[in-house]
């Protein structure tokens, strides 16, 4: 079945500074990559996807890219600021019902 | 709009005891996932359902029942609670699957001892 990786567990950086976490997966079929933020005491939110047949998404400060041929794909923040610290998991779809979450980042960003 | 919503927010059980963890969303959403989420492991999917009627097991459904009567409501069930249970539950919805997003709930934190 998929498996996704996820790294780093932990990132700390100052705020303004860019952010990067990466993940890879294992299913080559895999078509649908979401990330998800999730806030102290709260359920994960989704904040941004990818679908298979595109190689970058942006939204204001947040991208991702995907590389389909290495299998792997990261999130990226510019422009840190501290209500960006939370923990964020990246996805993978196995087949159309259910997504399979990577272990998770704790993003640290220190004024 | 309410969303996803889970209750109890928080509980406490005693080893042996049992105790249904609610969840139930408004969106009239076709699918329904319970996830558990232990520190460093990520979300774990312990059951699904892909409408009313319809059940499937994730990966660690071991100890857990769940029912889908209704499309508002998942709930699930823990029977003869362990301590390997101590976890946070999340209940999440999909209109159409996965590949659509999903909306968490805002979690149950069950502790047993």
């Known amino acids: 079945g998929e498996n996704v990786e996820q790294h780093p567990s932990t990132l700390s950086v100052q705020e303004g500074d860019s952010a990067v976490i990466k993940c890879t997966y294992s299913?080559?079929?895999?078509?649908?990559f979401p990330w998800y933020k999730q806030e102290l005491g709260k359920g994960p939110q989704l904040i941004i996807d990818i679908r298979s047949n595109v190689g970058e998404k942006k939204d204001q400060r947040i991208a991702v890219t995907l590389n389909k041929t290495a299998k792997h794909f990261s999130l990226h923040i510019t422009e840190t600021q501290p209500e960006d610290s939370a923990v964020y998991f990246c996805?993978?779809?196995?087949?159309?019902?259910?997504?399979?979450f990577g272990t998770g980042t704790r993003l640290q960003v220190f004024p | 709009n309410a969303g996803v919503t889970q209750t109890p927010k928080f509980r406490i059980l005693k080893i042996g005891q049992s105790m249904t963890l609610q969840c139930t969303q408004d969106m009239n959403h076709n699918y329904m996932y319970w996830y558990r989420q232990d520190p460093g492991m990520g979300l774990k999917l312990i059951y699904y359902s892909v409408g009313a009627g319809i059940t499937d097991k994730g990966e660690v459904p071991n100890g857990y029942n769940v029912s889908r009567s209704t499309t508002e409501d998942f709930p699930l069930r823990l029977e003869l609670a362990a301590p390997s249970q101590t976890s946070v539950y999340f209940c999440?919805?999909?209109?159409?699957?996965?590949?659509?997003?999903?909306?968490f709930g805002s979690g149950t934190r069950l502790t047993v001892v």
């Open positions: 999440a919805s999909s209109p159409l699957g996965g590949a659509y997003g999903y909306t």
């Open positions: 299913d080559s079929a895999s078509n649908y």
């Open positions: 996805a993978a779809i196995l087949n159309t019902d259910k997504l399979i």
